[in-house]
C-alpha cells in the first residue's frame, strides 16, 4: 500500500505559470482534500471532495482549482501562481462513512516557491 | 467561524514525564475532535479520535479528554520520551462530510 502520493515534492514556479499538483491515493478513500501550511498558520483547507464527481471550497479556495474525476485522483491546479501561494502543499484523504471521519491520511507534502 | 486554538508556543519537559497538550474551540461543540503528530518535513500522522459524548480515549501511553463545557480536549502523554519530540495537531470534524479544520500545533520539546 503506498498510502496517499504527491507529486511532486518541490516546485519551483515563475508568477504568472500554472501547475497541477499530482495526489492520488490506494485506499479507496472516498473523502480526500488539500491543505496548505504556512508557519504560524496552521494548516488550512484549500478545496475538498467528498466522492468522485463533488468538490467543494474550503477556507482558501481563490487561485485553485480541483477536480475529482476518480476516487483514486485529486489534483490541485494553480491557474496563475503568485508569490503569496508559495507554501507546503498537503494532500490527505480519509475514510468516512458518513458520519465519522476517521482520521486523514497524509502525503508528504510538495514545497511549492514562487518567485 | 468555527475556531479550534492550541498554544503556539513550545512545550519542553523532561523525559519521563507527562506532557499534556491543550486544544480549545470555539462556537458550537465539534462531533469529534482529531489528535496528529507532525515532524519536521513530514505529512501529519493520524494519532486519535475523540468523539463528543466520550470523556476519554487511550491508546498507549496516549490519553485524549473532550470537555464540552469547558471546549476544550487535553493530550496527554505519559512517561515521555525525546521520540515523542514533534508537533501535535488538534483538528475540529463536525461529523458527516464536512469540512476539517485543524489547529496551528504545539511543537513538544522532551529533554533527556
Known amino acids: 500500500n503506498a498510502g496517499v502520493t504527491q507529486t511532486p515534492k518541490f516546485q519551483v514556479l515563475k508568477t504568472g505559470q500554472s501547475m497541477t499538483l499530482q495526489c492520488a491515493q490506494d485506499?479507496?478513500?472516498?473523502?480526500m482534500s488539500w491543505y496548505r501550511q504556512d508557519p504560524g498558520m496552521g494548516l488550512r483547507l484549500i478545496h475538498y471532495?467528498?466522492?468522485?464527481?463533488?468538490?467543494d471550497q474550503g477556507e482558501v479556495p481563490n487561485g485553485y482549482n480541483v477536480s475529482r474525476s476518480t476516487t483514486e485522483d485529486f489534483p490541485l491546479r494553480l491557474l496563475s501562481a503568485a508569490p503569496s501561494q508559495t507554501s507546503v502543499y498537503f494532500c490527505a484523504s480519509s475514510y468516512s462513512d458518513g458520519t465519522v471521519n476517521y482520521g486523514y491520511t497524509f502525503g508528504s507534502g510538495t514545497r511549492l516557491t514562487v518567485v | 467561524s468555527q475556531k479550534i486554538e492550541q498554544n503556539s508556543e513550545a512545550l519542553n519537559i523532561q523525559e519521563g514525564k507527562t506532557a499534556t497538550l491543550t486544544c480549545n474551540y470555539t462556537?458550537?461543540?465539534?462531533?469529534?475532535l482529531q489528535w496528529y503528530r507532525q515532524d519536521p518535513g513530514r505529512g501529519p500522522v493520524f494519532l486519535l479520535l475523540i468523539r463528543e459524548n466520550e470523556k476519554e480515549k487511550r491508546k498507549e501511553r496516549l490519553k485524549v479528554t473532550f470537555d464540552t463545557t469547558l471546549k476544550q480536549s487535553l493530550f496527554h502523554i505519559t512517561a515521555s520520551q525525546p521520540a515523542d519530540s514533534a508537533t501535535y495537531l488538534c483538528?475540529?470534524?463536525?461529523?458527516?462530510?464536512?469540512?476539517?479544520?485543524f489547529g496551528t500545533g504545539t511543537k513538544l520539546q522532551v529533554i533527556p
Open positions: 462556537n458550537y461543540s465539534p462531533a469529534y
Open positions: 485506499m479507496n478513500h472516498e473523502y
Open positions: 483538528a475540529r470534524d463536525s461529523g458527516g462530510y464536512q469540512k476539517v479544520t
Open positions: 471532495s467528498v466522492g468522485a464527481g463533488i468538490t
